[in-house]
């Protein structure tokens, strides 16, 4: 049985629930947190059933654990019996422009906003202990989560009134539109709760309409397949077929549906410079990326989120880039990779060079690399239209 809610309202220095609720607050705000929100730990009731519907209709696609972590994330309940409160926080990650401005610059890349610095589980999580600790001090216990365990933040702080969950599935806040990182407080303790936040999209559908590949099945709903966030970061093999033209130059994510939104007309720059892009990955050249080997992958890429997805997925990324380039003098970076020992980016190199070369040099190509190659699906990007 859960246990009951621990009051606060005898603390030692005198103060109660009220009181401590703006101490929170006050701290939060000079640790760089920009929205502060309380809501009750089972004030989203609805969570598990539309979880269940997500899951059966696949849009999880090849995220297994979404699957096997169902039921912690159904409530933070499921997650841990203890909690009464949670406590949400956003930090700002505005971009000082256009994000979808290099889109158009196909010598390049394009990454995501979230991704061209820090990242920000490594900003976050420490302020967020620094904070759970006050609550502690208290008497009472707290946990503390930044998208590293099944919680589904974007719900709860919609609850907490930090913004809501807007038809991209993106949380969207009137101060800060769709720019900013969650992060969540789990405690025992009883706290005063904010008024959730209205859904406030009205008839606007222009996160819908830009998606390049038709990711939202309805208003509210996102199917990760066809989805180039999570084909460029979470997919493991060839990115399917019909998905890589519509890929453009991104290399890691697509924040389209998240520039689009009419709320960032109040968004403002993130005031964290560790969150403020670096000018090496503000449009990288393609030219530059697809030569990294894995050292110079994990050096260049160190502190960035772009780091866990390997450099496999990475390379095979930027060869479709290459790819849509239109430009045959990226065609030798596809052509050296032709014999990378990753399939993936083996299968993504011949696309991108039968994209790129003659007719007459693919097929070349084809008879010489043909021979040798085991993989199948590396094997059928060669056969195609031989």
């Known amino acids: ?10 603390r030692a220095d005198g103060g109660g629930a009220i009181a401590l609720k703006a101490e929170l607050s006050a701290r939060a705000r000079l640790l760089g947190f920009d929205a502060f929100g ?17 899951l059966a209709a696949g849009w999880q696609d090849g995220m297994a654990w979404m699957e096997e972590t169902a039921e912690r994330r159904s409530s933070p309940a499921a997650l841990w019996q203890d909690v009464h409160s949670v ?25 995501s906003v979230y991704a ?5 589980h490594e900003i976050v999580k420490g302020r967020l202990k620094e904070i759970a600790g006050l609550i502690r001090r ?14 589904m933040e974007k719900p709860l702080a919609e609850a907490a009134g930090i913004g809501w969950q807007g038809k991209n599935t993106v949380l969207i806040s009137r101060e800060f539109g769709a720019w900013l990182f969650l992060g969540a407080i789990f405690t025992d303790a009883e706290l005063p709760t904010d008024e959730p936040h209205a859904e406030s999209c009205g008839t606007c559908t222009a996160c819908l309409d830009i998606c390049p590949t038709a990711a939202f099945p309805g208003p509210f709903q996102l199917d990760a397949r066809r989805c180039l966030s999570y084909l460029t970061i979470e997919h493991d093999g060839p990115i399917p077929l019909a998905f890589r033209e519509p890929m453009g130059n991104r290399i890691y994510g697509c924040d389209d549906c998240l520039a689009v939104c009419p709320w960032n007309k109040f968004a403002q720059v993130s005031r964290e410079a560790k969150l403020k892009a670096r000018d090496d990955l503000n449009a990288p050249a393609l030219a530059d990326l697809a030569t990294l080997d894995d050292a110079a992958f994990r050096a260049r890429f160190s502190a960035s989120p772009i780091k866990r997805i390997g450099v496999g997925r990475f390379l095979r990324n930027v060869m479709i880039a290459i790819g849509n380039s239109g430009s045959e003098a990226l065609l030798p970076l596809a052509v050296a990779r032709l014999g990378d020992a990753e399939p993936m980016v083996r299968g993504a190199a011949v696309w991108a060079v039968r ?27 060669w056969l195609q239209d031989l």
């Not at 049985?1 to 005898?10: K, Q, V």
């Not at 000082?96 to 394009?110: F, I, K, N, V, Y």
């Not at 208290?138 to 919680?151: E, I, L, R, S």
């Open 116 to 120: 061209r610095n820090r990242d920000y």
């Open 38 to 54: 309380v809501t009750r730990a089972d004030a989203r009731p609805d969570l598990k059933a539309k979880l269940e519907a997500a």
């Open 1 to 10: 049985m859960p246990a009951m809610p621990i009051s606060i309202s005898d």
């Open 355 to 381: 994209r790129l070369a003659a007719p007459d040099v693919a097929r070349q190509l084809a008879l010489d690399f043909l021979p040798a190659e085991e993989d199948v699906t590396v094997r059928n990007e």
């Open 138 to 151: 208290t008497g009472a216990k707290a946990k503390v989560f930044v998208d590293t365990a099944p919680v």
């Open 87 to 111: 406590i949400m926080l956003g930090v700002n990650y505005g971009p000082d422009s256009d994000p979808m401005a290099t889109l158009g610059e196909h010598d390049r890349a394009t990454i």
